[in-house]
């Protein structure tokens, strides 16, 4: 543990993790569930730091069955996903509570969303600074570099720290 920045709350069977127990990971995701052999075995939830949820029956380390759940409640769901598509694109708290009055824009599921620094991008587990090309999570802890692939989407698709004006412009 002390190599990896872990910590493990549970027992021992012949020097490996095994029974109920909980281990810490050092981006503070926590598992509570059951271990065999050293390995998640059995059924066992992993917390995020997000405030969302993992719920799975593991085998060898490795998932057979899971749900994941956000931190405002919504389950995912992979063969019926229409959360946020092109025929619905609601977030899922305006689902829960319903449109805002026209005129009152909701720019992400959290309202007020996140402050995004400037020159930066809100990439949904942190913001992304394009000139350094670091993610850092919302309490501005490294998290990765981003690759040219990871670049390019956050730079097409995410949230920026600034305004633009789109679309027309009248002359002057």
Sequence with gaps: MEYTGSQYIGEYVD??????????????????????????????????????????IWEKGLVVKGTYTFSDGLQYEAEHWHYCDSCDRRFYTEICHGLKPAGISQLTNM????????????????FYNPA??????????????????????IIRTCRKGWDEIVGHRPKL
């Design 111 to 126: 309202d007020p969303p996140r402050k995004i620094p400037e020159g930066c991008y809100d990439c949904g587990d942190g």
């Design 15 to 56: 020097g490996r993790m095994e029974g109920d127990a909980e281990y810490i990971l050092p981006t503070e995701t926590k598992y509570v569930g059951e271990m065999k052999d050293g390995m998640f075995h059995g059924q066992g939830t992993l917390y995020f730091p997000s405030g969302s949820r993992y719920d799975a």
């Design 132 to 153: 350094t090309r670091i993610i850092k999570d919302y309490r501005n802890r490294f998290l990765r570099n981003a690759d040219d692939d990871e670049h390019e989407w």
